[in-house]
């Protein structure tokens, strides 16, 4: 029997540099999983749609897929958004067997790409203890997004930062330069920033706007082998019936 394909879903922009991230992800993903089928639709902006692939597959003669949303938290696009072109795809292609994986986060594998592109920066170790950090998102309206966003602010203050602060590019407060003062002002001489974002964009530009009082600025976690393997691990768990992964 053969495995469901992975439909990775990702929001789309029309900044390029998003969907080329997403595509780098995918092959990445492709290659520590050889053999499994893995396609990429877009909500926006991007082609192909999510429907789009979804009635090719069908038509191919695919019966089985993980669609899985590249969000690094649960809030509108996973719970409404994307439920609603996929239920929309399911009536129409009958056949097709279509399951919803989990967002992305929170994982211990995110934070470790994170840490990773703040290493790269220029942070070493020993930098945490005298140094802040901002954990700057995309932002979100919904309370249960802000508040994975702050539980991982208060995660990563346990490695041996000095301060943690949340800080969001849209919709919620406060923004990443007013966190990055809001250090200063505590005395706090070296702050580096971290997006808390997947790809390139708007949002992530704002971030880099917002982080220019900062003194290190880490790039996005664009196609990190970390959010490869997480993505396979939200893939089995959706294909895998609860029961089966207990007695594993």
């Known amino acids: 029997m053969s495995s469901p394909v992975l439909l990775v879903i990702a929001h789309g922009s029309r900044d390029p540099r998003h969907a080329a991230t997403v595509h780098a992800l995918t092959a990445r993903v492709r290659a520590l999983r050889p053999g499994l089928r893995v396609e990429t639709g877009f909500l926006d902006f991007n082609a192909p749609s999510v429907p789009r692939v979804l009635e090719r597959l069908a038509a191919e003669g695919t019966d089985d897929v993980v669609a899985l949303p590249l969000l690094l938290t649960r809030a509108f696009h996973a719970k409404a958004d994307i439920p ?23 994982s211990p594998l995110l934070n470790s790409a994170l840490e990773r592109r703040l290493h790269k920066a220029g942070v070493r170790p ?95 976690l664009g196609p990190a082998p970390e959010l490869a393997r997480l993505l396979l691990a939200r893939y089995d768990e959706a294909r895998v019936p609860v029961a089966v992964r207990l007695s594993a």
């Open 126 to 220: 020993g930098d945490r203890s005298s140094t802040g950090l901002v954990l700057a998102s995309a932002g979100s309206t919904d309370p249960e997004a802000i508040a994975v966003i702050a539980e991982i602010a208060r995660e990563l203050r346990h490695t041996g930062w000095c301060a943690v602060r949340p800080a969001f590019a849209s919709a919620s407060l406060p923004r990443t330069e007013d966190a990055v003062r809001a250090l200063r002002a505590e005395g706090l001489r070296r702050v580096a920033v971290a997006p808390y974002v997947i790809a390139p964009g708007r949002l992530p530009d704002r971030i880099a706007a917002g982080a220019a009082e900062a003194d290190v600025l880490a790039d996005v």
């Open 84 to 106: 609603a072109v996929l239920r929309e795809a399911q009536a129409r292609l009958g056949r097709l067997r279509i399951r919803q994986a989990g967002v992305l986060g929170p």
